[in-house]
């Protein structure tokens, strides 16, 4: 009988620690997302980070991530302290790079940019970053944070056996990628969190802005690599590349090229119907380009939307292209390296597609 009563006190304590370590876990993700909420809302401020709370699945999508993490190095080590430090240190870099990222070019961390690292590096030396009073707080009140859990670690440490620990690491796994597919990368779930009030809905950076940071940054795995075509044989490819040089134009060969997008600009003159007299001809000058120059017309796919489809093919000559999120070649990079001075413009916002980075890196 007495042992039956010291089992069941020790069944009560094991799973009243347990209770306790889950609590303090959810509580501790739920800091750190808010945290990470309030630095991810770039030039709108408290306006955004309060309309974060007015939607719950952005609260739920940036805090769920951050549990996992905590509860899976916490069954890994049995040591709940050391998951928060380490899920602690990946939140506030991550999200501190997000906030500079925004600050300095109005473009977000992405999961593909991890792979960019000397993009990174070349980003930090050109750039001088100034760690403010907040993000000193954040670091020091998860310090503190951190520091009580780990003097609680004795009081709360549950004695697992290791059939048992692997076991719950192979759970919380399972858990979590079934989480990351019915919620993190459900294009449902993404259109739950809408939060298009302070925004404009056509704007990829501010897109992402309005859903936080954590949610969004992990959504952004979607588009990780680029698919390959059908058909695609990298061996027949490096075949027929492989006695192909690229030759330099001639000096006396070469000639200003100018080319022109026409989204928002109809040529009339190509309509037999219409007619305009020599002195009240609106493409006089043009046709007079048109004269004393080769030229052409381009036919395109594109129709009312999506017209940077065409514009990055005609850069790059390639129909299918990837993120073009770090610096790729492009006829205008050949032309630079043949001494032309390279320009683009549009008369749209610089942050429409990306434009203001993605135009860089095309050169």
């Known amino acids: 009988m007495m042992m039956k009563i010291g089992k069941m006190r020790d069944d009560k304590k094991y799973i009243g620690r347990g209770i306790v370590n889950i609590l303090v876990g959810i509580v501790v993700s739920f800091l750190l997302s808010a945290v990470s909420l309030y630095f991810a809302t770039d030039k709108y401020g408290i306006e955004m980070f309060q309309s974060y709370f007015e939607n719950g699945y952005i609260v739920f999508l940036n805090t769920l991530p951050v549990f996992f993490s905590i509860m899976f190095v916490f069954l890994i080590c049995n040591q709940l302290w050391i998951g928060i430090s380490i899920a602690s240190i990946l939140v506030i870099v991550l999200s501190l790079i997000n906030y500079f990222k925004l600050l300095f070019r109005d473009d977000p961390l992405l999961v593909e940019d991890l792979t960019l690292f000397s993009e990174m590096k070349n980003m930090t030396g050109r750039y001088k970053i100034h760690i403010n009073k907040d993000m000193i707080f954040w670091i020091l009140g998860m310090t503190v944070v951190i520091f009580v859990v780990w003097k609680l670690r004795k009081i709360i440490k549950i004695e697992m056996q290791i059939s048992t620990r692997i076991i719950s690491v192979i759970m919380i796994v399972l858990c979590g990628i079934g989480c990351m597919n019915q919620f993190i990368l459900n294009d449902e779930y993404y259109q739950k969190t809408e939060n298009i009030a302070l925004i404009n809905r056509w704007g990829g950076t501010q897109q992402f802005i309005s859903r936080g940071f954590i949610y969004p940054f992990l959504y952004s795995s979607k588009d990780v690599g680029m698919k390959k075509p059908d058909g695609y044989n990298k061996k027949e490819i490096e075949n027929s590349l492989k006695d192909?040089?690229?030759?330099?134009?001639?000096?006396?060969?070469?000639?200003?090229?100018?080319?022109?997008?026409?989204?928002?600009?109809?040529d009339f003159s190509v309509y037999p119907q219409i007619e305009f007299d020599s002195e009240n001809d609106p493409y006089a000058a043009f046709n007079r380009i048109k004269d004393i120059t080769y030229h052409g017309n381009l036919l395109t796919d594109i129709f009312a939307a999506g017209t940077v489809r065409t514009e990055r093919r005609f850069i790059t000559g390639a129909d299918a292209y990837p993120s073009l999120r770090k610096n790729t070649y492009s006829y205008a990079r050949y032309f630079t390296d043949q001494g032309y001075c390279v320009e683009g413009s549009h008369p749209c916002y610089s942050w429409f597609y990306n434009r203001i980075n993605v135009n860089d890196h095309l050169g």
């Open 244 to 266: 192909i040089k690229e030759d330099d134009i001639p000096e006396d060969k070469k000639v200003n090229i100018i080319a022109i997008m026409m989204e928002a600009y109809g």
